[in-house]
């Protein structure tokens, strides 16, 4: 009895939880190297047949080439709009700063289709249905959230007296902002950029709804695919995009480990 009262209770389900969440995923990058043309698990031989039909089809090559525009430009939107809010909140001195925040936080909140319908019904009467620079501002919506939580609690651990020391010592309000604020909440900003990013390159229900041919994204392709065909290949996919997420939090920690 003595042993099990001095089990860490959450501990232990922080492992369960974890392994939950990890074992599926490595259960997919196992099957990724099967060479049967077929999911199985266990793979009965192994090979690298099916991420050579992923990077050798220019169909999936287009897909993942939308994907990757998409999220930039949306990324680019995101952080750039969330940071000039963030700062506003964080300095400005107005009033209803927390209903503001809320009203901003409502893409969070409202289901993620709903918003899909909205944004296809205002999209079909302007033409922007297969538009790839529409598509990122729509992705842009469901980011600026993340973007903007992360900069108010980058900008509110910024001491506002160093920004004052430097307007008293001549600088302007342009200087200030690009020569002492922009430097200061880098590693903000770099993790705002990171993860809407990420939003937007793993959005389906809005790309479904507002991608054409042309501008079919990746997570579209493998909602068709699996819709019409379980192909292996999907499964290879799948490992590409989990490298690929675990890739870009490695770098977005080292460079935070950098500005620190």
Known sequence: MKFIEKIPVAQVLTWVICSLMIVPILIVMTVSFGKSSYMIFPPTSFS????????????????????????????????????????????????????????????????????????????????????????????????????????????????????????????????????????MTAPGVVSAAFFSFLTSFDELVISLFLSGVETETLPVRIWNSLVMNMEPVIASISSFLIILTVALLLLELAVRRVRA
């Open 48 to 183: 690298l047949r099916w991420y050579d039909e992923f990077f050798s089809s220019p169909e999936w090559m287009s897909s993942l080439g939308s994907s990757l525009l998409i999220a930039i430009l949306a990324s680019a939107i995101a952080t750039t709009l969330g940071f000039l809010g963030a700062y506003s909140l964080v300095r400005g001195r107005y009033g209803h700063k927390k209903l503001i925040v809320s009203f901003c936080l409502l893409p969070l909140i409202v289901p993620t289709i709903i918003t899909s319908v909205a944004l296809y019904f205002a999209s079909v009467p302007l033409e922007l249905v297969g538009s790839k620079v529409w598509i990122a501002v729509c992705h842009s919506s469901l980011a600026l959230p993340i973007v903007l939580l992360i900069l108010i609690s980058t900008l509110q651990g910024i001491d506002i007296s160093v920004e004052r020391a430097a307007e008293s010592l001549g600088a302007s309000r342009t200087y200030t902002f690009l020569r002492v604020i922009l430097p």
